[in-house]
C-alpha cells in the first residue's frame, strides 16, 4: 500500500509541475492566435520532441507492447513507420507546408480546391483526432486501474476528466513545452521497463527459450500489416492537425523540415523498446490480458522507478490529448465558428469559444472509449482516415491539376463512410481499411480528372491565398 501511494505522489507531483507550466505559459492564450500558436516561433529541436510525444502516446505504447504481447517484434513497425513517415514529411512537405503559412490542413487544401473541400476536410480530421482521443481515454484508463486498483470504467472518466481541464489552461505554447518534458520521461520510462524486462525474462536468450520463433520475425504480423501500417502512419503524418499547426510555429521552413528529424530520431527507438518490453511481458506473465502488458510491469517495480515509469505513461496521455484537442479546436473555430458566428472578428468570443470546444472536444471521447478494447486497431482506423487526406496533400503539392475541385470535394466525403464501413466489416478479403483510404480518393480524382476538361481542372496554385 505505501508503495502504491508513493507512485502516485510520484505521478501527482509530476502532474504539478505540468499545471505549473501550463499556468506560467497560459500568459499567450489570451488571444486566439495565442492559444492556436503559442505567440512565437519555437527551435526545431522542441517541435521534433513535440510532434514525437504526441505521436508516442498511451494508445501508441500499450497498443504496441499489447501487439507485441501477441505477436511479437514486428509490432514496433506501428511505431517505426512513423519515424520513416517523419523523414519523408520533412523531405517532401516541411517547407512547403511552411511556405504557406497556414496552421490548419483544411486552409493549406482550401487553396487548391475551394471551400467546400475545406469543410469536408476539418469534419472527416475533427472525427479522426476524436477517434484518436477514444484510443488514449481507453489505454490511460487501463493505467489508472491498475495504479489505484478502482473500476476501468471509472478510471477512463477520470483521465477524461483531467487531461481535458489540463489542457484548457495553456493553449499551444505549454503544450509545446510540457511536450518536452513528456518526450524525456517516456523515454526514460520505456528504457526502464525494458532493462527490467529483459532481466526477468532471462534476456534475449530466455526470450528465445519462452516465445515461439515467429515472435522475433521483422514481418511476423504478416507485410500485408506492416505495409498498411506504414501506409497509415505516413499518411496520418502527411495530414494531420496537429502536425501543421506545429510545423507552423517552427518560423521558418529549414527550422520546420530539421523538426522532422529530430521526431524521427525519438520515435523509432521508442517503437522497438515498446514491442521488446510486450515480449518480456508474455514470458513473464503469460496469464494477464493483453493490454496489460505494460502496466503490469509498472506496478510490480520499485516505487520510485514506477512512479518514473507512469509518470511517462501520464505524459503521455496528456501529450496527446493536449495536441488531439487543441487540433480539433482550432479547425472547429477558423471553418465553422468564424465563418459563421463570428465575422465581425471579435477575439474575445474567439477565445471563449476555444476554451469551450477544448472541454467539448476533450469530454465527448469518454462516452465511447469505455467500449474501447483494442486501443491500437481504434488508432489504427484514425491514421486511415488522414491517410485519404495525405493523397490529397501530395496531390496539391505536386500534382495541382490532377482531378478538379469537385473530385476533391467528394473524395473526401467518400473516403469517411468507405474506410469506417470496411473496418466495421471487418477488413473483407484481407484488404485493410487502410489500402481503401488511400484508394478511394486516387480512384474519385482520377475518374473526374479523366471525365472532365482542363479547364475544370484546379489550377497551381501559390503561397497566396485567392
Request: glycine share 10%; charged share 10%; hydrophobic share 55%.
Amino acid at each position: 500500500m505505501q508503495s502504491g501511494w508513493l507512485v502516485v505522489l510520484i505521478v501527482a507531483g509530476y502532474i504539478a509541475l505540468l499545471a505549473l507550466i501550463s499556468f506560467l505559459a497560459g500568459r499567450s492564450t489570451r488571444t486566439a492566435s495565442g492559444f492556436t500558436s503559442g505567440g512565437k516561433s519555437f527551435p526545431a529541436v522542441l517541435i521534433g520532441f513535440l510532434l514525437a510525444s504526441e505521436f508516442i502516446g498511451t494508445s501508441a505504447s500499450i497498443g504496441t507492447a499489447q501487439e507485441a504481447y501477441e505477436s511479437g517484434i514486428s509490432s514496433a513497425w506501428n511505431i517505426v513507420s512513423l519515424g520513416i513517415g517523419f523523414v519523408l514529411f520533412a523531405f517532401l512537405l516541411a517547407r512547403k507546408f511552411s511556405a504557406l503559412g497556414e496552421n490548419t490542413i483544411s486552409g493549406a487544401l482550401d487553396r487548391y480546391y475551394g471551400r467546400r473541400v475545406r469543410t469536408a476536410t476539418s469534419m472527416i480530421m475533427v472525427c479522426s483526432l476524436l477517434i484518436v482521443a477514444v484510443s488514449v481515454y481507453a489505454s490511460g484508463g487501463a493505467i489508472l486501474s491498475g495504479l489505484l486498483g478502482v473500476d476501468q470504467d471509472l478510471a477512463v472518466v477520470l483521465v477524461g476528466v483531467l487531461a481535458t481541464f489540463y489542457v484548457v489552461v495553456g493553449g499551444m505554447r505549454s503544450v509545446v513545452y510540457t511536450n518536452v518534458v513528456h518526450a524525456i520521461v517516456k523515454m526514460a520510462g520505456v528504457i526502464i521497463l525494458a532493462i527490467i524486462g529483459a532481466q526477468r525474462a532471462g534476456g534475449v536468450d530466455g526470450l528465445r527459450a519462452a516465445l515461439p520463433p515467429t515472435m522475433f520475425s521483422w514481418h511476423g504480423v504478416g507485410f500485408g500489416q506492416i505495409f498498411a501500417w506504414l501506409i497509415a502512419g505516413v499518411g496520418a503524418i502527411f495530414a494531420t492537425q496537429y502536425v501543421v499547426q506545429a510545423i507552423t510555429t517552427a518560423g521558418n521552413a529549414h527550422r520546420a523540415q530539421r523538426a522532422g528529424f529530430y521526431s524521427a530520431l525519438i520515435l523509432v527507438p521508442y517503437g522497438l523498446l515498446a514491442a521488446f518490453i510486450g515480449m518480456c511481458s508474455a514470458v513473464v506473465y503469460p496469464h494477464i490480458k493483453s493490454i496489460q502488458a505494460m502496466p503490469a510491469f509498472a506496478m510490480d517495480i520499485d516505487p520510485v522507478l514506477a512512479g518514473i515509469v507512469v509518470a511517462g505513461l501520464a505524459g503521455a496521455m496528456f501529450g496527446t490529448i493536449a495536441a488531439l484537442v487543441i487540433g480539433a479546436s482550432t479547425l472547429l473555430l477558423k471553418d465553422f465558428y468564424q465563418p459563421h458566428f463570428n465575422v465581425a472578428g471579435d477575439d474575445r468570443r474567439d477565445v471563449l469559444f476555444l476554451r469551450v470546444a477544448t472541454v467539448v472536444t476533450g469530454l465527448v471521447p469518454i462516452a465511447l472509449a469505455l467500449f474501447a478494447t483494442d486501443v491500437l486497431t481504434v488508432t489504427f482506423l484514425a491514421k486511415s482516415l488522414r491517410a485519404a487526406l495525405a493523397v490529397l496533400v501530395l496531390l496539391m503539392f505536386y500534382a495541382p491539376r490532377y482531378g478538379t475541385r469537385t473530385g476533391a470535394f467528394w473524395a473526401i466525403v467518400l473516403a469517411l463512410p468507405t474506410t469506417i464501413g470496411w473496418f466495421l466489416l471487418g477488413d473483407p478479403f484481407g484488404i485493410d481499411n487502410a489500402y481503401i483510404a488511400v484508394a478511394t480518393p486516387l480512384l474519385v480524382m482520377t475518374c473526374t480528372h479523366l471525365t472532365s476538361g482542363r479547364s475544370k481542372t484546379v489550377p497551381a496554385v501559390t503561397g497566396e491565398k485567392r
